[in-house]
């Protein structure tokens, strides 16, 4: 059978069913609208549900992380003993450091609540945070005129307080005192009578690198850790990222060898992220000798990884530069190299930065290739530059989720937060430096 | 008419009517043009001359844009395209083997079917060539540059109050005169046109005429166009190709009133393209 012209079809119609095409698209238009409608409320669904997934995460990390944001401390007022510690006003540094401040506030809180016998005396203070003395230490060193003044200030509590006070308050001593004896208890609500037990801000979480005590844990060495790594990889990929696509697109020669050059830049974008920690270990380790834990190690194994993303992304941004804006160029007289840095190149930048911090969060969130590294290492120092050991936030959440204490599991939720935040911040960059940048033509 | 037909009537064909003249500015000789294997230009000999406008017209598909832009190696742009044959521009082959296209461009300038003006603002647009060729010394000297560019084009009255106003914000007829400002800021010897006028409306094609006659004086130009009452209004001579040859060229008042080729008649009587 031939196709029926339009006005055979309309003649047919009305022969055939008394119909007028006019009340065959009536019909029709009913199921046109039925699917259309039916449609939408699949996608609307899908959207729901995604972002009730979204909230549930959000809210569950939320509410246990926030806590972490918080420290429970003791008001406690101590005199400086300058006999006891062996200082005066013109202490150096190194002797405030060999300085017994232990000692002083086991003293102190041995007159306060006169515990009776040596064991009573042990439950006292394993109320207290071992961080404590290196609190008076900081402060002594910051200020060393303090020795044999009274000072007020708020002395850490131990990580079991504190996850009793922020949690378990409200409970009966049946449930709780599996940590904390009945005598510990009554000491501290004697102190929650005198109004001295109390949380502040964790200042501590975001100035101190980790610990194995976690109210003295901080992420500040994984933030700068990561900071360092990324700052690396971005360095190194970007430029060459941006290079290496510019040379396929631009000024490669169309033969096998591009050709299969460009087949694996695209078969290494899917290659699984851990097997680039190996080729790390291999070459960069092995053979060029770069020391192991180091931001500068992390970040040559992360720019392999991310080197993929930014030249497929950069490249598709060249791509999609009307070729009529290098045609004008062209017939104007621009030398290749002109049209591509005065033409190709601007155009094609907000798609290209937009490639590279996609690189960069996939970089940021990225674990698995830096344990292979040696970046899961316990570092208590906060690393200065790109050669000194450190960690990076989602190795140090991997770390600490793996704790047995609730306080570590708490701040784990917490540096969850601050990665998050750091993703949310990164995506926001790139939207609004696209919308900078982005022009019409 | 049908294409059977028409290739039994150009098979080997030799371009009948003038196609040489006397004051040649380019003069093209046996040019064959492929894209891979597909031959697309077979032996075309044409001489264009100086401070005329010759019209190539024809059917669509028949080489037209492809003939034009070898005459600046534009072609040079697409890797599967390779030109044969000799192409003089002031009796130097520019497809030599050390001629640089970059000079080349900026003697022979192209303007194109689409407006394609820069994403920048109307000034940087026709600023851009006489920057990079490094045709003012100063600022002043540019901005008298762009202003006798702008101009020529017939766009200055319009332009002069937002200079640096975006170029792609202009109407589609304006943004066509931008170009062409574009193309005249380099002071190139010859112009070509690729169907110039065809996104536009009758006002704005008129001034694109208009400009044409004018421009004539001092360049030479080549128009392609699908518009006969067009090229009988601007060229001198015509050339008309079809399915890649080069059929008759002639003046065109002869090839719009006595045709000698039967595919040339054909076409300007409309039975086919
Ligand atoms: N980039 C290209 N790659 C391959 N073939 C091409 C290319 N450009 C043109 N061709 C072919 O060359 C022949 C001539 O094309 P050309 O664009 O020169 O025609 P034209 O006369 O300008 O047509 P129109 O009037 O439609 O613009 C056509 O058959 C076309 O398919
Ligand atoms: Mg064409």
Not at chain 1, 25 to 46: D, I, N, W
Not at chain 1, 190 to 213: A, V, Y
Not at chain 2, 36 to 57: H, T
Request: proline share 4%; charged share 20%.
């Amino acid at each position: 059978m031939t196709k029926p012209t339009a006005n055979t079809m309309t003649n047919n119609f009305e022969k055939n069913s008394g119909l007028t095409t006019r009340d065959k698209v009536e019909k029709s238009l009913a199921r046109r609208r039925a699917k259309e409608t039916r449609f939408r409320l699949y996608g609307m669904a899908s959207v729901l549900f995604g972002v009730l997934c979204l909230i549930a995460l959000f809210t569950d990390i939320a509410s246990k992380g926030t806590a972490a944001f918080k420290q429970t401390s003791l008001t406690t007022s101590i005199t400086l003993d300058g006999d006891y510690l062996n200082l005066t006003k013109d202490s150096t540094v190194d002797e405030i450091r060999f300085a017994n401040f232990d000692g002083l506030i086991k003293r102190h809180f041995a007159k306060e609540m006169k515990p009776k016998s040596r064991s009573d005396k042990r439950e006292l203070f394993k109320l207290l945070s071992s961080g404590a003395g290196w609190q008076i230490q900081e402060m002594l060193i910051a200020d060393p005129t303090l020795v044999n003044s009274s000072i007020t200030f708020e002395l850490l509590m131990d990580d079991d307080v504190d996850q009793w006070f922020k949690h378990d308050r409200q409970l009966s001593t049946a449930e709780t005192n599996d940590r904390l004896s009945d005598k510990q208890l009554n000491w501290l609500s004697q102190w929650i009578e005198q109004d001295r037990l109390d949380t502040h801000f964790n200042t501590l979480f975001f100035t101190n690198g980790d610990s194995r005590e976690p109210e003295l844990a901080g992420i500040h060495g994984a933030i700068k850790g990561t900071l360092l790594t990324l700052m690396v990889t971005l360095i190194l990929s970007f430029p060459i990222g941006i290079a290496a696509a510019i040379y396929l697109e631009e000024f490669a020669p169309r033969n096998k060898l591009t050709e299969i050059v460009e087949i694996n830049i695209n078969n290494l974008a899917a290659v699984p992220s851990i097997i680039f920690g190996l080729l790390g270990m291999a070459i960069f380790i092995n053979i060029f000798g770069v020391s192991r834990s180091t931001p500068l190690l992390g970040g040559l194994v992360l720019t392999l990884m991310t080197l993929p993303t930014i030249i497929i992304s950069a490249r598709a941004a060249i791509k999609s530069v009307p070729p009529s804006i290098r045609e004008a160029a062209y017939g104007l007289g621009a030398s290749k190299n002109q049209v591509v840095f005065h033409h190709v190149l601007p155009l094609a930048m907000p798609g290209m930065l937009t490639g590279t911090i996609i690189g960069m969060a996939q970089a940021l969130g990225e674990t698995a290739p830096l344990l292979m590294i040696g970046m899961v290492a316990f570092v208590v120092d906060v690393p200065g530059f790109i050669n000194d050991p450190s960690t990076v936030l989602p190795v140090q959440i991997f770390l600490w989720s793996d704790s047995p204490e609730r306080a570590f599991l708490e701040r784990t939720s917490g540096a969850i937060l601050v990665l998050l935040s750091f993703l949310i911040v990164m995506n926001t960059t790139a939207v609004i430096l696209r919308r900078r940048l982005e022009r019409r033509w | 008419m049908n294409d059977t037909n028409s290739m039994k009537l150009i098979e080997n064909h030799k371009t009948t009517g003038e196609p040489f003249s006397k004051d040649v500015k380019i003069s093209a000789r046996n040019v064959d043009v492929f894209y891979g294997e597909k031959q697309a230009i077979y032996d075309a000999s044409l001489d264009i001359g100086k401070n005329e406008v010759i019209a190539l017209i024809g059917p669509s598909g028949c080489g037209k844009s492809t003939f034009l832009r070898t005459l600046n190696r534009m072609n040079d742009t697409i890797d599967i395209c390779r030109v044969k044959g000799d192409i003089l521009l002031d009796n130097e082959n520019i497809y030599g083997a050390h001629v640089d296209t970059v000079p080349l461009r900026a003697r022979v300038g192209m303007v194109f079917q689409k407006p394609n003006p820069f994403p920048k603002s109307i000034y940087d647009n026709v600023a851009y060539g006489p920057r990079i060729h490094g045709l003012a010394q100063s600022r002043v000297e540019l901005d008298e540059i762009v202003e006798k560019s702008l101009k020529r084009a017939g766009l200055w009255n319009e332009v002069k109050d937002r200079l640096h106003a975006p170029g792609t914000g202009l109407s589609g007829g304006q943004q066509q005169r931008l170009c062409i400002a574009r193309t005249i800021a380099v002071d190139p010897e010859v112009i070509l046109m690729d169907e110039p006028c065809s996104a536009l409306d009758p006002i704005a094609t008129a001034k694109i005429e208009e400009l044409i006659d004018e421009l004539r004086e001092k360049y030479t130009i080549a128009i392609v166009t699908h518009s006969m009452q067009q090229a009988a209004r601007v060229s001198q001579r015509t050339a008309y190709f079809h399915l890649g040859q080069l059929v008759e060229v002639n003046p065109t008042e002869k090839v719009f009133t006595k045709p000698e080729h039967k595919l040339t008649e054909a076409y300007i009587t409309g039975r086919f393209g």
